[in-house]
């Protein structure tokens, strides 16, 4: 049986803001524990916005126009916040610039709700 955390563990350390370990996990079954230093996960600290768009992404086979359509949004910005998310993972590489969005319709995005603002930064700093 597995349950959605309540919260998400934080990733960075709220005092010096390195880069926290888990260390202790819990079986809620029986009340087993186990300590040690356990691996990280990339995917556990996105926001549920981007798990969503993961998932979409996924089932569409990486087809974006698919992913457009599914979440309602334009192309741009469907390609927007999929490379916000690669940004996010560490796994964009070289930053591809997207011309087909103006900074006017990256602001109407943000407007709309269909870009987080710091999608859109990050989407603003491409377009230079």
């Known amino acids: 049986m597995t349950t959605e955390p309540k919260y998400r563990a934080p990733s960075d350390c709220p005092v010096c803001g390195g880069d926290l370990i888990t260390t ?16 990280h996960c990339d995917f556990c600290a996105l926001e549920a916005r ?3 768009l993961l ?9 974006l126009r ?5 979440l309602g949004v ?4 469907a390609r ?13 590489g070289e930053a591809e610039p997207i011309t087909a969005m103006t900074r006017e319709q990256v602001l109407s995005e943000v ?5 987080s603002p710091a ?10």
Not at 25 to 37: D, H, M, P, V, Y
Not at 66 to 70: A, G, L, R, T
Not at 74 to 77: D, F, L, V
């Open 55 to 63: 998932r979409v992404f996924l089932a569409s086979r990486g087809n």
């Open 24 to 39: 202790r996990l819990g079986c809620r079954n029986c009340g087993s524990e186990l300590a040690g230093e356990f691996g």
């Open 111 to 115: 407007a709309s709700g269909a870009l």
């Open 119 to 128: 999608e859109a930064a990050e989407v603003i700093a491409q377009l230079g």
């Open 80 to 92: 927007a916040r999929f490379t916000a998310l690669l940004m996010k993972l560490g796994l964009a």
């Open 74 to 77: 334009s192309y741009p910005t």
């Open 50 to 52: 981007d798990v969503e």
């Open 66 to 70: 698919e992913v457009e359509k599914h």
